[in-house]
């Protein structure tokens, strides 16, 4: 494997020598100016090293105090305002950040911005440790000129890219212009309605996985459905997208409650591999929280080395036996054939040959990063599909089925549905499930209270403004970074109406789509909007019905088992009175890079033949 991108060194030491001069210069002119008017006494010089020392940061702040200046004056210039700041009690807003991530540790998901938007208003600036100023949104304007009519202002950055490059690479969710162009060329001909609507895939682990479940059910002991819903669509996506068996449903035991016997922890790198990609999604995404300081708390290592290689023990020998014409060889029995037609592995593959590949754009620049398309290049891309084809679609597995514990009402009604329409016991088709309306209703409603990707951000690239027909125009300086929810703005009441906290997938199918979602469609945002708009959605659809029709037709009941939770996990008896959704939680959404449930979605199901024969 080619290790030419890998870091070979802590990212805080990469950090330091990257901004050698900005720590040198100031120390030194201070050194110089302070040498020449003070007297060499023991005291003056050790007022000078005390000078040397706080330079950096006196230089740093008042740098950022300048910016901020200049900033002003531009806005003033142009006739525009600038962001209403979030004002903390301590130098750098330490006091805001700190209780942030208390925040985002203990409390709900996104209480932090909440409050934010809540007290300051839908568009709100932090300052986060002297360092570029964060913009927080929920406004859909916003987020429409984010996303789509502002596009080639709004990018990744470079901010984001090297938090996130340790896992990412240089992959499709973690790239910039021509380098992803050239990814989402590469990736989009495999989305063709015929390959989303294959569903022996599915078919083939969901029967396998609801199995395993019916065979614990009936025993009398709960699940973690959140864990066999990873399973089943990292299982799926490897499968369909690179043409690899995993077999993480087959590999090791379901996880046991831990009021029967403590979780166990395989060795097994087929197993270990979810959890360790979990884990480094959890450090990337907080380094992303504390801004491009955050190598300085990474300064004796890489906190995601080693997730990172437990996930590159199983990924690297699968691209090393698909490059077999580089003489690779492999370490791991896996099913891969590079040469079969419609994996994107075999597609990634082709990039490696020496041939250029059939792109309509920029050929000259890329050449130098087509020339250099190797196995990490490889191993990175499908890191990158492998959290679109498995963490959303588990998140919307999970909190889907969650709904319909909570709300037996609507598994009833969706139940007959599936019943009306394939019965209960044939496999759907692509028909079926198109014609399933009140099934998409409940998953569209879930992707609305849970969406997968509760917060994401770009980086204005340059001096722009953000804008609504009846609002102010606000002045955006070039490099501030933008962090829009859609998490909130799907809770809005503002948007959605009194009820929006409420799971009811009755407003995908009455007024209230007119009323609310055709006059303004950007205030639904499961799967982003505009140029960057997720090339899988379909599939993502697809696979979530295929996967609850499954489940249905073989259970009729679906209970929350809170025994089984870890106590830990439970939602605090101060939710009790808590605003929005917090009274009917009964599981603590949390997100890293996607949404999740904290210690798991554990769940009874009854079998229907053994509902419907103690009826009788």
Known sequence: MNKSKDRTFPPGLYFLLRTLPVLTVPPLVVHVVLASILPSSPSSIAFRVLLYCSSVPFCGIAYHKWRSICDALEARRLGIVQVPVVRGKLPGN??????LEKEEKDGYCGTGAERFIREHGKTVALEVLWSTTKVLTTEPEHIKSVLATDFPTFVKGPTFIAAMESMLGQGIFNSDGDMWKFHRAITR?????????DFDTFDRHADSIIEKMKARFDAGTAVDFQDVVSRFTLDSAADFLFGVSMDSIGATPLPLPVTEAPNSVSANSKKDFAKAFADAQMHVSFRHRIGPLWPLLEFFGDKTADDMKVCYELLDPIVEKALKEKGAKTGIDVAVDATEEGTLLAH??????GRSPPLAFSRTALQTHINLIDAAIIRSE???????????????????TYALAMYPDVLGKLRQEILDTVGPQRRPTFDDVRQMKYLRAVINETLRLFPPVPFDAREAAKQ??????????YYIAAGTTIIYSVLLMHRDPDLWGPDSFEFDPERWLDSRVQQYLTQNPFIFLPFNAGPRICLGQQFAYNEVSFFLIRLLQKFDRINLAPEAQPPASLPPPSWAN??????????CPKTHLTLYAEGGLWLKMDSASATEDAAS
Do not use: H, W
């Open 348 to 353: 990634l593959v082709q990039q490696t040959d």
């Open 464 to 473: 722009t403004t953000l804008s609504t027909p009846n609002g102010p125009t």
């Open 382 to 400: 499908l890191l990158n599909i492998l959290i679109a084809g498995r963490d959303t679609t588990a998140a919307t597995l999970t909190f889907a």
């Open 189 to 197: 001909p495999f989305f063709t309605r015929d390959r989303i609507s």
């Open 94 to 99: 330490f006091d805001v950040v700190t209780r």
């Open 578 to 587: 808590g605003s929005g959704r917090r009274p009917v939680e009964r599981v």
